[in-house]
């Protein structure tokens, strides 16, 4: 297929994702914005941009295990401005802000994925976790205040 049709955004698309799969994130990367590139290619037989939400968030993905949470956090935007109905996407932004110490953040993007899917098990799990983490986080922080200033936090 890749001989016969070499620059078509599927067939990259789908490379990308076996690539994603195997856990070789910089080829999928290649892949994934080699379609991005076809699919939004003037004179081109282009896909409606609407059916590429996957491709945005594969990306995110990619640029995820990279450690490049800023890209990643930039796609799953992306993905939502396509498709705000995908409850796994506010579940990849919330992981990365949970992976960023951005507790807050994290708790937001989670519960927006329990609005669109109250059966997300991801997001309730990692909400869970988050939750967990904060706590010892905001309790870290209370006992490095001094005694004296301790008991005006929670007044």
């Known amino acids: 297929a890749e001989t016969l049709a070499p620059d078509d955004g599927v067939l990259c698309h789908e490379r990308g994702t076996l690539a994603l ?10 892949y994934f914005q080699k ?4 699919c939004s290619s ?38 939502l401005t396509l498709d705000c109905s995908k409850s796994s996407t506010y579940t990849s932004i919330g992981f990365i802000y949970a992976i960023q110490n951005n507790f807050p953040e994290a708790i937001e993007h989670f519960h927006k994925a329990l609005r669109v899917n109250r059966q997300d098990i991801i997001a309730i799990d990692m909400l869970k976790k988050t ?12 006992s490095a205040i001094h005694p004296e200033e301790r008991d005006s936090v929670y007044e």
């Open 21 to 30: 799969q195997r856990g070789e994130y910089s080829t999928a990367l290649c």
């Open 35 to 38: 379609a991005l590139g076809v």
């Open 42 to 79: 003037p004179g081109k037989d282009t896909v409606p941009l609407s059916s590429w939400e996957p491709l945005m968030n594969n990306i995110g993905h990619c640029y995820r295990h990279l450690e490049q949470y800023d890209q990643a956090l930039r796609y799953h935007f992306l993905a």
């Open 131 to 142: 939750c967990e983490l904060y706590v010892a986080d905001e309790d870290c922080l209370i």
